[in-house]
């Protein structure tokens, strides 16, 4: 929204015209002296002075306040959003106003609202969001005309004039990516007799290596993991692989990465299943009736150098992504293989899904296995 507005008394175009006309008549009457012709040029001057002060007075009289709810906060991405706007005023009769609005600092816009005094009057704002992500629509001047369309005075108006509105990544239908994604996980581990949470022992076969204490496993030179507390069941990891590089610069690569993970991501906790879900360097976990957390998360990701960095911190810091079921990612780059290859020989891995042009890469991390996701996959139903 525009930090300032200036309050603006202008002709219209008409009233230009109407100003031309008379100065015309002015310049006629200097040379021919006719008394008609002199009282053309008065009432064209006059004509414009009245719609000037009229314009004036409404909106001074008026004081035009709207407001913009949203009745669905968070579309999806390619979705036109309606926002609703609620004029109103004090003028003692029916004002049109027009009300210049824009999404974030995009194009202005224009809608006319006829509104009736007192009861006010509704409006649809049609606003296309084309990006995931948060998005403002703002309402920055309203504009009223005199009858005749001759003078149009601008200002600011009061009320609640924007909202905001997050755009959500697109779902894809399940059987559009590869088959067999959508059961990768694990079975949480649970603590066995005589060991509560929160303690160490050995790896085990099955274990996630999520939970593996890097630090102690250092120290002590074998493989140690946390006792977790009793799980509920069947747990997944998926991580997007959010360095720019993984995608060469391809947005639609990387909307797609997204589009994976959510598509996924739901279809487990619709099953009753924990996610954790890697974001470049956040890591967040979502429990069954954490869907629109998840959403809402994904809505705003942004392509960053988290892939690279992790490869250079090693291990530990690049765990889950080591450790995920499923990494969703553009292609692999030699900073991404550095990353899947650490960790511990002989553990089991996952797959990794690419989201770019081209063939699976040869050559994957050891127990790493590569898929490509087509982009023309449908909404999820």
Known sequence: MSARVRVRLLPTPRGWGVLALGGAAAVAWAVLRLREVLLL???????????????????????PSVRLTAPVPTPTVGETSTVLVQAHHRFPALLPLTLAWRVDEGARRTARIDAPSGRGAQAELRAPLGRRGRHTVSADRV??????????????????????????????????????????????????????????????????????HWKQTARQGRLLVNIPEAGS???????????????????????????????????????????????????????????????????????????????????????????????????????????????????PRGLLLLTGPGAAPAGMPAGWRAEMVASGGGDGA
Request: proline share 4%; charged share 20%; aromatic share 4%.
């Open 41 to 63: 040029a008065a009432l064209c001057a006059a004509a414009l002075l009245v719609a000037l002060v009229w314009a004036a007075l409404a909106l001074a009289w008026a004081r």
């Open 143 to 212: 504009t009223v005309e005199d009858r005749l369309g001759l003078a149009r005075m601008t200002a600011r108006p009061a009320g609640r004039s924007s909202v905001d509105l997050v755009v959500l990544p697109r779902v894809l239908g399940i059987e559009a990516l590869p088959m067999g994604a959508g059961g990768e996980g694990a079975e949480a581990a649970r603590p066995g007799a005589g060991e509560p949470a929160g303690n160490l022992r050995d790896y085990r076969a099955g274990d996630a290596l999520r939970l593996v």
């Open 233 to 347: 069941g069947r747990r997944h990891t998926i991580a997007l692989v959010t360095a720019a590089e993984a995608y060469a610069g391809r947005d639609e690569a990387f909307e797609l990465a997204v589009s994976v993970v959510a598509t996924l991501s739901l279809e487990w906790l619709g099953r009753g299943e924990d996610v954790t879900v890697g974001l470049g360097a956040r890591t967040l976990a979502f429990r069954p009736g954490d869907a629109d957390r998840l959403m809402l998360a994904l809505a705003e990701v942004m392509p960053d150098g988290g892939a690279a960095e992790a490869a250079e911190r090693g291990p530990e810091s690049g765990a889950v992504l080591v450790d995920a079921d499923v990494a969703v990612a553009g292609s692999l780059t030699q900073g991404l293989r550095r990353t899947l290859d650490a960790g511990f020989p002989g553990l």
